[in-house]
């Protein structure tokens, strides 16, 4: 009978030593996941804190970046604003030079435009005086020599006049010959016939000058075609 005893007390002492053991693990357990929950906020809290200083370091750097950028692009805005300037204020030199230019040579082109008119205008007037002026000298020496023409076949007119007069004198009195000679052969015989053709002819030559409006008798008695001579009026 004792023996079961010990063998209870020793079953309730290892029980109670496992009891042990268990609350032991169990308190070792807690701590250990106190311990790991503690390092685990731990941890975390140094990553928050880490990631709160990487975020306000990134922060920082992007300010920077951006404020260092804003300043490249002021000093670009600057740099181009001058430079747009240059080339405004140039753009309006050079425009204004060639405005310059082109008045100046507008005003060269009127000027020589003028002198050129003026020139012709002159050259013109020169030129029409110069015709007007051999116009004159032609319209003088065609009158002189129309003139001359005129006299000319005046003095023509005249000595074709003379001449005619002058045959017809002869062939008058070489038709008073042959009259006389005819009136002697036939004795008188034809003298009646033509004496009233002869009496107005020799009423002219007893004046002197031949009577221009009867013409002159060829042989048979027939009148001749004298032409007279007419100077152009």
């Known amino acids: 009978m004792p023996a079961e005893p010990s063998k209870t007390a020793r079953a309730a002492a290892a029980a109670e ?17 106190a311990e790991a929950e503690e390092r685990l906020r ?18 920082e750097e992007a300010a920077e970046i951006i404020a260092s950028a804003r300043k ?32 100046t040579s507008a005003d060269r082109t009127v000027s020589e435009a003028n002198a050129n008119a003026a020139k012709h205008r ?9 015709l ?28 074709l006049r003379s001449n005619a007069e002058r045959l ?14 005819l009136d002697r052969v036939d004795g008188g015989a034809g003298r009646d016939s033509t004496m009233a053709a002869r009496t107005p002819r020799a009423s002219a030559e007893g ?17 001749l075609d004298v032409p007279e001579f007419l100077p152009p009026s």
Do not use: C, F, W, Y
């Open 72 to 103: 490249e692009a002021e000093k670009a805005i600057a740099d181009a604003t001058g430079a747009a300037r240059s080339m405004v204020a140039d753009a309006q030199r050079d425009a204004a030079k060639v405005r310059v230019e082109a008045k």
């Open 132 to 159: 007007l002026r051999h116009a004159r000298i032609t319209a003088s020496e065609l009158n002189t020599e129309g003139m001359e023409l005129v006299g000319n076949l005046r003095d023509m007119g005249s000595s």
């Open 168 to 181: 017809l004198r002869d062939v008058q009195m070489i038709h008073s010959r042959m009259m006389a000679e």
């Open 122 to 130: 002159r050259d013109s007037e020169e030129q029409a005086r110069e």
């Open 207 to 223: 004046s002197g000058r031949p009577d221009r409006s009867l013409p002159p008798l060829s042989d048979e008695g027939e009148a």
């Open 42 to 59: 731990d941890r975390i809290a140094e990553g928050d804190r880490a990631a709160d200083n990487r975020v306000s370091a990134a922060e």
């Open 17 to 33: 030593q496992v009891a042990a053991i268990v609350g032991a693990a169990e308190e070792a357990a807690q701590r250990m996941v």
